[in-house]
Nanobody, 121 residues
Framework: QGQLVESGGGSVQAGESLRLSCAASGYTVSSYCMGWVRQAPGQEREGVAAIDRYGSTSYADSVEGRFTISRDNAKNTMYLQMNSLKPEDTAMYYC???????????????WGQGTQVTVSS
């Protein structure tokens, strides 16, 4: 049973940066599709970024060019570098992991507890 633990959230001003981390146990981050999903109050969950087994990445249009997803296989950890943050990025950010290596139409099987990101103007 995989477990995912996020860290790195916080409160920042617009234009600043944050890096989220997702440490995995019982699960190998390099073998499957993993991603970051966010949910703001009263809104649907939104896939933010994903990375597949081969390192191919994809991003939501709203974060393209500002966010970067990556992983460190040796540390079995995934990251989300968030630059030029905007108030509309405010949400709970969840780390998610699949049991497929591809990310197209992915269904995530494991979820972290979430980490809050708050961006003020």
């Amino acid at each position: 049973q995989g477990q995912l633990v996020e860290s790195g959230g916080g409160s920042v001003q617009a234009g600043e940066s944050l890096r989220l981390s997702c440490a995995a146990s019982g699960y190998t981050v390099s073998s499957y599709c993993m991603g970051w999903v966010r949910q703001a109050p009263g809104q649907e969950r939104e896939g933010v970024a994903a990375i597949d087994r081969y390192g191919s990445t994809s991003y939501a249009d709203s974060v393209e060019g500002r966010f970067t997803i990556s992983r460190d296989n040796a540390k079995n950890t995934m990251y989300l570098q968030m630059n030029s943050l905007k108030p509309e990025d405010t949400a709970m950010y969840y780390c998610a992991a699949a049991t497929s290596w591809w990310c197209d139409n992915v269904r995530y099987n494991y979820w972290g507890q979430g980490t809050q990101v708050t961006v003020s103007s």
